[in-house]
């Protein structure tokens, strides 16, 4: 049940002048109720007859790509020691609170989300602690796709589709419910791991088959065609960094991933939404792989 935000509770269609609707997501938006907006998202489009599906184009892929290259000569610099091995490593202190226990996770950079030719750019950045454990027992965690729906809240199936050595290809579905938005996602993940020294590993991940599913676990579950949708998710890019330390292993993820940008009218609406998934699901992955790697 949506809570009455005044003496009135006005249904979204019957709103008359846009006046009147603007001023109404402004008392909304004055009192914090940002989860009541975005149950109200479905309502709204019709009330202002937007088309809220749409497709990934190629200049937005061209653009990404070039970020994406750019993140890669960062990773390239330090499995060089021309950088640090591990980010954190440049921060005494915030590595003092991981050792100690801590999750840390921020944005990579000050201007995630990029806003890029229809699209915007997400770049997170975490690293854990995980005690008790080794490369090798962090790597299998990593690696196995048929269990990961057992590690992974947000995977609810998965599965390993194919091994060549150092060179894993994956199937995750992905399932996310967010003050009351649910996306379902088909993901193939392609990722390729490197020893850089006997204490340390890079893994590359990168998720370009994501299919949007609607209706998911209905008789009515349709799968989009890539690169169709509502555009919450085009592309998904990891980049992890494992180094051996006394006692354990330090684990860093940076994640880069693309979705649509934000269309007109009500871009505002869903940009909390968009820049919260990413930074939520960051902490969650590095929770879960501490979790399943320390046992």
Request: glycine residues 8%; neutral net charge; aromatic residues 8%.
């Amino acid at each position: 049940m949506i809570p009455s935000v005044g003496p009135h509770k006005p249904e979204a269609c019957e709103l008359s002048g846009s006046s009147k609707r603007f001023g109404v997501f402004a008392i909304l938006l004055k009192i914090g109720r940002l989860s009541l907006l975005l149950a109200l998202l479905g309502s709204l489009l019709p009330c202002y007859g937007l088309q809220f599906n749409t497709k990934l184009r190629p200049q937005t892929v061209v653009s990404f790509d070039a970020y994406a290259r750019q993140v890669e000569q960062e990773q390239s610099q330090r499995c060089e020691g021309k950088k640090t091995f591990l980010r954190i490593e440049e921060d005494p202190e915030t590595l003092r609170s991981v050792m100690n226990g801590q999750l840390f996770v921020e944005r990579s950079t000050s201007s995630t989300p990029l806003d890029i030719p229809d699209g915007l750019i997400h770049d997170w950045y975490g690293a854990v602690f995980i005690p008790h454990s080794t490369l090798q027992r962090v790597l299998s965690v990593l690696q196995d796709f048929d269990h990961h729906a057992g590690i992974y809240p947000q995977v609810t199936r998965s599965k390993l589709i194919k091994r060549d050595g150092n060179d894993i290809t994956g199937y995750w579905r992905l399932e996310q419910k967010k003050q009351g938005i649910q996306t379902v996602f088909d993901v193939t993940q392609h990722a390729h791991y490197e020893e850089i020294s006997p204490s340390e590993w890079i893994v590359k991940s990168y998720a370009k088959d994501i299919d949007a599913v609607e209706g998911a676990g209905s008789a009515h579950e349709r799968v989009r065609a890539t690169g169709e949708g509502m555009g919450l998710l085009w592309r998904l890019y990891a980049y992890w960094n494992l180094k051996a330390v006394d006692g354990g292993v330090l684990a860093e993820c940076r994640s880069v991933s693309l979705s649509r940008g934000l269309p007109g009218g009500i871009g505002w609406m869903i940009r909390p939404f968009l820049q919260s998934v990413p930074k939520d699901s960051m902490d969650s992955t590095l929770r879960s792989t501490r979790k399943a790697a320390s046992e």
